[in-house]
């Protein structure tokens, strides 16, 4: 996941003396609860809206509609206030992010850390002790504040704590606590779906967990050396420095992070920069890579497979069942990512994943518009398993393609100036089209039926052919470098950079005296 901020790493080729220390150590455990906090919210949300107990507390027309004949098959589920449960959260998150950026800069990323955790146990208390819609919403839009809070400040400290060589990983690790979270999260709905009335409650609750956990290591851990320099305390940032590496040598280091520090103090309107010319491939493609990530689908299937699979004649335990298997395709194909993505690189991932993904979700629209008619009997067993296993083709590829490098081709291309800002607007877009879906998924599945999965493929065709011709290749290539290297040679995008160098301004021509320094993750 994302998040914008200072760090520093050594010019090309050296690296500064640092051991992995306990507290390196702590703060993959901290990047572990933080996804983990996400990834448990995007994923109980679906299981719970199809528990008929949970329906019958808050939904109870939806409860009436789901089993009754005379509705269609795809409409079951169609209800504002159902998808309202589920896109709160995004909505509240995304507003979050503006004061999360603010809090960051200006509290530090400790102090933001405990900020969303309160946001988390408070929003949990909310839903598990739910009496009425109107709290379970505002435990939503609580957790949802949280979300903003963590996934602004957590990525930004662990890329900040993270010796150099494993900062790139760490990224990726937190992506992938993000799908653990979201199996857990399956799997704990299918084991409360048994307990009657209350299994829900439980669901809910057990969000605590992750909540406490990331509330205690933010009480403990120290804030890092980059936003204690950033806010003044030099003596302390070079103890806190000398502390995380595990050596009296941080030197050059400490330097670097006080020069950065002072160059980012003199980027007076990095919003306004982003909207120069030059910085334009980045902001687009930034920009049109969440979108993209949103479009292809992805959370109509993590947010409400449970609820597609019974929409499609799946009883209640095998549609929660099936939605832990394709949570679990999710965790393991992240881990290919993991392995392939500086080896293969970005653009052939992405490119695989679109053939991949076009043709499972097409092959889904025609067995769903062949087989499930608005009053048709369930799918049959052998049509069911084939729908749950090109669920998981669509899944497996999207873990590898879209979902981590939706994150990390922004987090590597802004230069330094604008990297916070446009770190900043990839969370705000990730969520606001998150909300999109969350908040349509359902009435979209009930007026377009299988036609839904059509449009889906129809967008990944799209993204494919933006990836063909206009995404350039990353892999390899060092942050400071990217101009020269990557935008400076692409056929479409060179003609921003290129004659753009008489607007330069005072911030860039600072860029020659921090050639060294890296910004962000
Ligand atoms: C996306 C989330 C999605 C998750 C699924 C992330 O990269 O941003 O919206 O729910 O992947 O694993």
């Known amino acids: ?55 019958i507390e808050f939904f109870p027309t939806v409860y009436r509609k789901k089993h009754e004949d005379k509705e269609s098959n795809y409409c079951k589920y169609d209800n504002q206030g159902l998808q309202l449960f589920t896109s709160s959260l995004y909505l509240a998150g995304l ?15 400790r102090l933001t850390m405990l900020i969303a955790g309160v946001f988390f146990i408070i929003g949990v208390i909310f839903n598990g002790a739910a ?20 996934n602004q400040a957590v990525p930004l400290f662990l890329s900040e704590i993270a010796p150099t060589r494993i900062r790139g990983g760490l990224n990726i690790l937190f992506q992938l606590n993000v799908t653990i979270g979201i199996l857990f999260a399956n799997l704990i709905n ?8 209350w299994g829900w409650r439980l669901s809910l609750s057990l969000a605590g967990i992750p909540a406490l956990l990331l509330t205690l290591g933010a009480l403990f851990v120290t804030d890092t050396p980059n936003s204690l320099i950033e806010r003044g305390h030099l003596e302390e940032g070079k103890r806190v420095l000398k502390k995380i590496r595990g050596t009296e040598n941080v030197d050059p280091e400490f330097n670097e992070i006080v020069e950065a520090s002072r160059i980012a ?70 881990l290919v990512s993991v392995y392939s993505v500086d080896k293969v690189g970005r653009r052939l991932l992405l490119l695989e994943a ?21 009053h048709s009997d369930n799918l049959s067993h052998g049509w069911a398993i084939i729908v749950v296993v090109l669920v998981c083709t669509f899944v497996s ?55 839904i999965f059509a449009f889906f493929s129809g967008w990944v065709l799209i993204m494919s052919v933006f990836v063909l011709f206009l995404l350039p290749e990353t892999k390899n290539v060092p942050i400071e470098e990217m101009t020269e ?26 860029n020659g005296k921090i050639s060294n320094v890296k910004h962000g993750i």
């Open 190 to 197: 299918y084991g409360t779906s048994k307990i009657h009335p």
């Open 485 to 510: 290297r990557v935008w400076k040679q692409h056929w479409f995008w060179k003609r921003f950079v290129d004659d753009d160098e008489h607007t330069l301004n005072g911030d860039a021509e600072k």
């Open 354 to 374: 679109g053939v991949q993904m076009f043709f499972s979700q097409a092959i889904i629209a025609v067995i769903l518009g062949i087989k499930v008619t608005d």
């Open 95 to 109: 507003t979050a992010t503006f004061f999360a950026s603010y809090t960051t800069r200006n509290l530090g990323r």
């Open 265 to 334: 103090h003199e980027v007076k309107h990095p919003f306004r920069n982003l909207l120069l010319r030059r910085n334009r491939p980045q902001l687009v493609i930034a920009v049109l890579l969440q979108i993209f990530q949103q479009f292809t689908g992805i959370n109509a299937i993590m947010f409400y497979a449970p609820v597609l699979f019974n929409t499609l004649g799946f009883k209640s335990d095998a549609s929660l069942y099936s939605a832990v298997i394709t949570g679990a395709v999710n965790v393991l194909s992240t």
């Open 397 to 451: 590829s999207f873990a590898w393609s879209w979902g981590p490098l939706g994150w990390l081709i922004p987090s590597e291309t802004f230069p330094l100036e604008t990297r916070s800002a446009g770190q900043s607007v990839t969370v705000c877009v990730n969520l606001l089209f998150t909300f999109v879906i969350a908040q349509a998924f359902l009435s979209m599945l009930c007026h377009m039926k299988y036609g």
């Open 131 to 150: 009496q009425n819609l109107a709290m379970l919403i505002v435990g939503r839009i609580l957790l949802g504040c949280g979300v903003g809070f963590a």
């Open 1 to 55: 996941m994302p998040a914008g901020g200072f760090s520093v790493s050594a010019p090309a080729g050296v690296e500064f003396e640092a051991k992995i220390t306990p507290i390196v150590i702590i703060s993959c455990i901290m990047a572990a609860t933080g996804g983990l906090m996400f990834g448990y919210d995007v994923g109980i949300s679906g299981g719970v809206t199809s528990m008929d107990d949970f329906l």
